[in-house]
């Protein structure tokens, strides 16, 4: 059974500061997905991760797999408040068919 | 702006109502899903159709039914649900198939927030 975890579940960061997110999985797969959900609303997609050492970045965010070690990071950068909000990522085995979600992230980025 | 619509955004039903939520992408998608949220909670995964045909159903009561009347559609249908059943559902699509350019990524409706009275 394909099992996601994330490290930490909560996270309260000061604006300006670094930080990384951990995801990690159970089984083999190359195909990782990180989601933003602010209170609310629906998931949006932040990147798509499909090969080992795969590494994409978006503003303040850079998101990289290792596939051999079954782990994800999501990287912030000087956070700020607008960053605030929970952060899944989710692992797919099979095109869809089985698309696991891990618990979520709470990022709170405080001025 | 969503290409995955979903309507209605708020939905207040007693338990012995019947009631339908609706779905509906126009990115040609093949595949689209019905996910239950939780507060607090990650999405779990409730049915998957894939070229309209049932593919995956994760041991969901009875009393949701889902229907997928073509590649575009998705619906729920839920009768008799309980207070525990109020949740955010979503609806989401993807490409559907294996191929060199299918990232499997999941495009998300806004969610249909049900409450059960």
């Known amino acids: 059974e394909l099992k996601v975890e994330q490290n930490p579940l909560f996270l309260s960061m000061q604006e300006g500061k670094n930080y990384t997110i951990y995801c990690n999985y159970s089984?083999?797969?190359?195909?990782l997905y990180w989601y933003r959900q602010d209170p609310g609303k629906s998931l949006e997609s932040l990147f798509v991760?499909?090969?080992?050492?795969a590494v994409k970045q978006e503003g303040r965010l850079m998101a990289s797999l290792d596939t051999k070690a079954r782990l994800s990071t999501l990287h912030i950068t000087a956070a700020v408040h607008d960053l605030s909000a929970t952060y899944f990522c989710a692992v797919d085995k099979n095109y869809g068919q089985n698309f696991v979600f891990g618990p979520g992230t709470r990022l709170s980025v405080l001025p | 702006d969503t290409e995955v619509t979903q309507t209605p955004k708020h939905l207040v039903m007693g338990m012995t109502n019947k009631k339908s939520l609706k779905c509906e992408q126009h990115m040609g998608h093949r595949a689209m899903y019905w996910y239950k949220q939780k507060a607090k909670k990650p999405p779990e995964l409730m049915f998957v159709?894939?070229?309209?045909?049932?593919?995956i159903n994760e041991s969901v009561p009875s009393r949701f039914s889902p229907e997928c009347p073509n590649s575009s559609l998705l619906n729920l249908h839920l009768h008799a649900l309980q207070p525990e059943d109020s949740a955010l559902y979503l609806c989401?699509?993807?490409?559907?198939?294996?191929?060199?350019?299918?990232?499997?990524?999941?495009?998300f409706g806004e969610g249909s927030r049900l409450t059960v009275l």
């Open positions: 989401a699509s993807s490409q559907g198939t294996s191929g060199f350019v299918n990232t499997g990524e999941l495009f």
């Open positions: 159709y894939s070229y309209e045909k049932l593919s």
């Open positions: 991760l499909l090969s080992n050492g």
């Open positions: 089984t083999t797969s190359d195909r």
